[in-house]
């Protein structure tokens, strides 16, 4: 468990002294070098008397209950209701923020709610959930937190969510997703111009955290790809990114192409067309994606789940409701018996698109 200085700050592991005497942490690529009292890019991570120090332990933006589609995670429990939960700050500077409110906040009045990782597993379980999310914002940031709740969760039976950008190092990515049994990774463009312009952040790293994941942990991996009219929607850029994909993580990780809506700092910028969205599904499954669905639409066809083998419906969507189910108990195609990639119930959850607050 960690070592709290405060009833919100914990020491961390990750950082150094370097010879000008700044700190520098050492969790993520960026790699600030912190003068005392002074605090990183994500504001949660202060230099304080000569060590890296997490400044939001135990504090939250707010508890909610969601569907497990909502990560988004298809091929994860499906129709189970998850147990949810983000602090404050962000590692990346993402011009398109859709959740700017939390991850840009410098107001710890922003993390008002309280809840220690027993607690919270505790009301995971009590709240009849399956699993607990680690999301809103990126759980990078607030890693020692995390590890500690997804501990926690472990011991009652609970699975652990992530839902990160996936920009960290890789000593502190090994011990965090010891704990953590499946992830949705924003894939946020496939050039490293997009990273470095619009999010602050490299391509590299973020490529290398998917393999890490898909090939040395048995974490379940799905990835997002949130649309930008005229930023990351090229057919070019679509058709490597899904090559990439097919080639270094496999044909069973799905991907998920979502709709911007104007925010942050692109309000300018139009909403993605449906159209955007088709494409990008039609080019993964083209390319051998066997998994490719669209987000922040309603379109059935195109948020359902198909056998690779017999091209059957195996799962019915539509926005986060369920509909068809032909998985049998071993998760095979009812119709011509073929795998279908994931962690299934025997049978689906029924929890439909619905959202609860949780109060501590």
């Given at each position: 468990?960690?070592?709290?200085?405060?009833?919100?700050?914990?020491?961390?592991?990750?950082?150094?002294?370097?010879?000008?005497?700044?700190?520098?942490?050492?969790?993520?690529?960026?790699?600030?070098?912190?003068?005392?009292?002074?605090?990183?890019?994500?504001?949660?991570?202060?230099?304080?008397?000569?060590?890296?120090?997490?400044?939001?332990?135990?504090?939250?933006?707010?508890?909610?209950?969601?569907?497990?589609?909502?990560?988004?995670?298809?091929?994860?429990?499906?129709?189970?209701?998850?147990?949810?939960?983000?602090?404050?700050?962000?590692?990346l500077a993402c011009k398109f923020c859709q959740n700017w409110?939390?991850?840009?906040?410098?107001?710890?009045?922003?993390?008002?709610?309280?809840?220690?990782?027993?607690?919270?597993?505790?009301?995971?379980?009590?709240?009849?959930?399956?699993?607990?999310?680690?999301?809103?914002?990126?759980?990078?940031?607030?890693?020692?937190?995390?590890?500690?709740?997804?501990?926690?969760?472990?011991?009652?039976?609970?699975?652990?969510?992530?839902?990160?950008?996936?920009?960290?190092?890789?000593?502190?990515?090994?011990?965090?997703?010891?704990?953590?049994?499946?992830?949705?990774?924003?894939?946020?463009?496939?050039?490293?111009?997009?990273?470095?312009?619009?999010?602050?952040?490299?391509?590299?790293?973020?490529?290398?955290?998917?393999?890490?994941?898909?090939?040395?942990?048995?974490?379940?991996?799905?990835?997002?790809?949130?649309?930008?009219?005229?930023?990351?929607?090229?057919?070019?850029?679509?058709?490597?990114?899904?090559?990439?994909?097919?080639?270094?993580?496999?044909?069973?990780?799905?991907?998920?192409?979502?709709?911007?809506?104007?925010?942050?700092?692109?309000?300018?910028?139009?909403?993605?067309?449906?159209?955007?969205?088709?494409?990008?599904?039609?080019?993964?499954?083209?390319?051998?994606?066997?998994y490719a669905y669209v987000g922040n639409v309603h379109d059935?066809?195109?948020?359902?789940?198909?056998?690779?083998?017999?091209?059957?419906?195996?799962?019915?969507?539509?926005?986060?409701?369920?509909s068809d189910w032909n998985l049998d108990a071993a998760g095979?195609?009812?119709?011509?018996?073929?795998?279908?990639?994931?962690?299934?119930?025997?049978?689906?959850?029924?929890?439909?698109?619905?959202?609860?607050?949780?109060?501590?």
């Amino acid at each position: 468990m960690t070592t709290l200085l405060s009833a919100d700050t914990a020491a961390t592991r990750y950082w150094h002294v370097l010879a000008d005497g700044k700190v520098q942490c050492d969790l993520c690529p960026r790699f600030c070098k912190l003068h005392e009292g002074q605090r990183g890019l994500c504001f949660v991570r202060q230099n304080l008397h000569d060590q890296i120090v997490m400044t939001s332990y135990g504090r939250s933006s707010g508890f909610a209950i969601d569907p497990i589609e909502k990560k988004p995670l298809n091929h994860f429990l499906p129709g189970t209701p998850i147990f949810s939960f983000g602090t404050a700050g962000c590692n990346l500077a993402c011009k398109f923020c859709q959740n700017w409110d939390i991850s840009k906040s410098r107001e710890m009045d922003t993390l008002m709610s309280r809840a220690e990782p027993e607690a919270i597993a505790r009301a995971a379980l009590e709240h009849a959930c399956s699993s607990v999310a680690y999301t809103y914002n990126d759980p990078v940031v607030f890693h020692e937190y995390a590890i500690d709740t997804a501990q926690a969760c472990r011991e009652l039976g609970l699975k652990s969510v992530v839902v990160t950008a996936g920009y960290v190092c890789a000593e502190p990515r090994a011990e965090f997703y010891r704990y953590m049994d499946a992830a949705n990774v924003d894939l946020k463009a496939f050039s490293e111009d997009f990273y470095h312009k619009i999010t602050g952040g490299h391509l590299q790293a973020v490529l290398e955290t998917l393999q890490y994941l898909k090939h040395e942990t048995p974490v379940w991996l799905e990835l997002t790809t949130l649309l930008i009219p005229g930023a990351n929607d090229s057919e070019t850029e679509l058709e490597a990114m899904t090559q990439w994909v097919v080639e270094h993580l496999g044909p069973d990780v799905p991907m998920h192409f979502t709709a911007f809506h104007p925010d942050w700092k692109m309000t300018d910028t139009p909403h993605t067309p449906r159209s955007t969205l088709l494409l990008a599904r039609g080019i993964a499954l083209k390319n051998g994606v066997r998994y490719a669905y669209v987000g922040n639409v309603h379109d059935k066809s195109a948020e359902s789940t198909y056998c690779h083998g017999c091209g059957k419906i195996l799962i019915g969507r539509d926005w986060y409701e369920l509909s068809d189910w032909n998985l049998d108990a071993a998760g095979n195609c009812r119709f011509c018996g073929r795998s279908c990639a994931g962690v299934f119930n025997p049978l689906p959850g029924d929890w439909g698109a619905k959202r609860r607050a949780v109060k501590f």
